[in-house]
């Protein structure tokens, strides 16, 4: 499927009902998630079993199913969040796993993690557990952070390197009452890491 095709597919998952401040919970666009799971698809990061880490209605799990991903599973604490997400999966004839838990239980270990992991405006560090959570399961990682992020992430996942970053635009609807545009662009970059160290038999 090409990536365009993708993200006509991906604009029909639903976004959160009841959007979460503490929880940072943007909806993620079709078009960078389009973008950040064809990468994985290319780079043949989707042949095995695929994690999406604080998933929230499942759009980045759903593109992973939609581009042949083994097993999908997301992940989220929110139960709102995840009966819209197993609403959105079903209505895009997708194969998906839904489990509530903090990342910090998440179980097993896979292949490929996808993932739109808070930025931290909110509450500083918030990304950091589930960065450490798939370096602790996965062997390559898809991750969306705030532009600036790299000599963190850098030094943050060592041993693990970086093999690819670029820069996206991430569009932002007027989500909470502190917002004061209808819609605001905030620069944000694609990684793609390698857990070179870690190889598991997956769940």
Known sequence: MRQR???IHLERVAGFNSP????????TPATLAAEL??????????????????????ILAIAAALLGAGKVVGFD??????YTARKNAMDLHTNIDFICCRVEDVP?????VIMNPPFG??????????????LD??????SIHNTGSYDFIKKFIDPAVITDRYHVGFPIKRTFKFHKKDMEVVNVEIYRIENRFIKRDYY
Do not use: W
Not at 108 to 112: A, D, Y
Not at 121 to 134: H, I, V
């Open 137 to 142: 399961i996965a062997e390559v990682i898809y």
């Open 37 to 58: 799971v064809h990468l994985a698809f290319m780079k043949d990061d989707l042949m095995d079993s695929v994690y999406d880490l604080g998933c929230g209605t499942g």
């Open 121 to 134: 405006a909110q509450m500083k560090g918030s990304d950091r557990p589930f960065l450490r959570k798939a």
């Open 20 to 27: 979460s401040t503490f929880l940072e919970q943007y909806s």
């Open 77 to 82: 604490i929110d139960t709102n969040a995840l």
């Open 5 to 7: 095709h993708l993200e």
């Open 108 to 112: 097993g270990n896979v292949h490929t």
